[in-house]
């Protein structure tokens, strides 16, 4: 069983606009949440990361929404662009975990010119 | 700044056959561990260490095999190859949880394909 539901599988999204991907977990102890983007052939990079003592955090174009009582957080990016297309996963991790993450299953995000 | 480095990136294996993916990374990480990435599944922890000589086994442990006999390597050996084990796996290192971000430094991955 999946601990960290990630969707849509797929976005296609028009340069301008704003991609939305959205997890969810079941695990209240989990307190760390990272959103990691891969690109074609490459590994995953960290991209944006939040705790739960926040609703909201801000880096640039990418903001992190989270909802703790829903047990929900998602990633927004604003004004997508081309250099956007990449896949994206959400991920969270416990305390004392020594930094083992459950990741969800991806979403691959394609914005179009 | 090497970061982490993975080999090899592409390898073809009959069923039965073994082989060893190997890690490196000179960033003095205490922490590394191993991933499996298969579509639709997201990446998921085969095994990981926490320093050198400590192992410990992730979601998918069976089929594989680890030690971390040194702070910058940490092998990754197939011990009988099945197709099941057919996949992109990635070496991840970071500092010690805690104190620490959390950031997780992936190699660029390593192609499996087993026959």
């Known amino acids: 069983q999946q601990q960290v539901k990630q969707s849509p599988q797929s976005l296609i999204v028009q340069k301008g606009g704003i991609s939305i991907i959205n997890c969810a977990y079941e695990n209240t102890a989990f307190d760390y949440f990272p959103w990691y983007q891969q690109f074609p052939g490459k590994g995953p990079a960290l991209l944006i990361a939040?705790?739960?003592?926040?609703s909201e955090k801000k880096e640039g174009r990418f903001t992190i929404s989270f909802n703790k009582s829903a047990k929900q957080f998602s990633l927004h990016i604003m004004d997508s662009q081309p250099g956007d297309s990449a896949t994206y996963f959400c991920?969270?991790?416990?305390?004392?975990?020594?930094?083992?993450?459950?990741f969800g299953s991806g979403t691959k995000l394609n914005v179009k010119p | 700044n090497a970061g982490v480095t993975q080999t090899p990136k592409f390898q073809v294996l009959k069923t039965g056959q073994s082989m060893t993916l190997q890690c490196a990374q000179d960033?003095?990480?205490?922490?590394m561990s191993w991933y499996r990435q298969d579509p639709g599944m997201g990446l998921r922890l085969i095994h990981y260490s926490v320093g050198a000589g400590i192992t410990d086994q992730g979601e998918v442990p069976n089929g594989y095999n680890v030690s971390r006999s040194t702070t910058e390597d940490f092998p990754l050996r197939l011990l009988s190859a099945a197709p099941s084990q057919t996949s992109v796996y990635f070496c991840?290192?970071?500092?010690?949880?805690?104190?620490?971000?959390?950031?997780?430094?992936f190699g660029e991955g390593s192609r499996l394909t087993v026959l």
């Open positions: 991920a969270a991790s416990m305390v004392g975990s020594f930094n083992k993450f459950y």
């Open positions: 939040i705790r739960p003592d926040v």
């Open positions: 960033m003095n990480h205490e922490y």
């Open positions: 991840a290192s970071s500092l010690r949880g805690g104190g620490g971000t959390g950031e997780l430094f």
